[in-house]
């Protein structure tokens, strides 16, 4: 894994522990996804490789740009609002990670206005 895409590693590892979090606890599933949640899982990380921020980019929750379809918006709302508390002990350091390290990170604009902190 070349430390230039470790952004991205990290967001769709965080991306695959929440649902799995979120695939046992609603689904009943072990060590796998529900057809439902592999759909959303696959939905997410196709998302997030066509994010064009890439390694800019800041967590989903501050994204300027909402590039999910309503949809899908809606569902993956749910399961991160299920799987967030439950992230925090199962996997801390990626947890802590997102949200202190790459959530402070300001969501870039897509219209090239710079915010300059
Ligand atoms: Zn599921």
């Known amino acids: 894994m070349s430390s230039k ?3 991205m590693a990290r ?4 991306i695959r522990y929440m649902m799995e979090i ?3 606890g609603q689904h009943s599933t072990e060590n796998s996804l529900c057809p439902e949640c592999a759909e959303l899982h696959d939905y997410a990380l196709a998302r997030l490789a066509r994010c064009p921020f890439q390694e800019a980019k800041s967590t989903c929750a501050n994204c300027t740009v909402h590039c999910y379809k309503p949809e899908m918006r ?4 749910e399961a991160m609002r299920y799987a967030g508390p439950r992230m925090l002990w199962r ?4 947890t802590l990670t997102h949200l202190l390290i790459d959530g402070r990170r300001a969501a870039p604009a897509l219209s090239g206005k710079k ?3």
């Open 74 to 77: 809606q569902r993956v709302r």
């Open 5 to 7: 895409h470790s952004r």
């Open 91 to 94: 996997h801390p350091i990626v």
């Open 11 to 14: 967001e769709a590892k965080t």
């Open 115 to 117: 915010s300059s902190a």
């Open 22 to 24: 979120y695939c046992r």
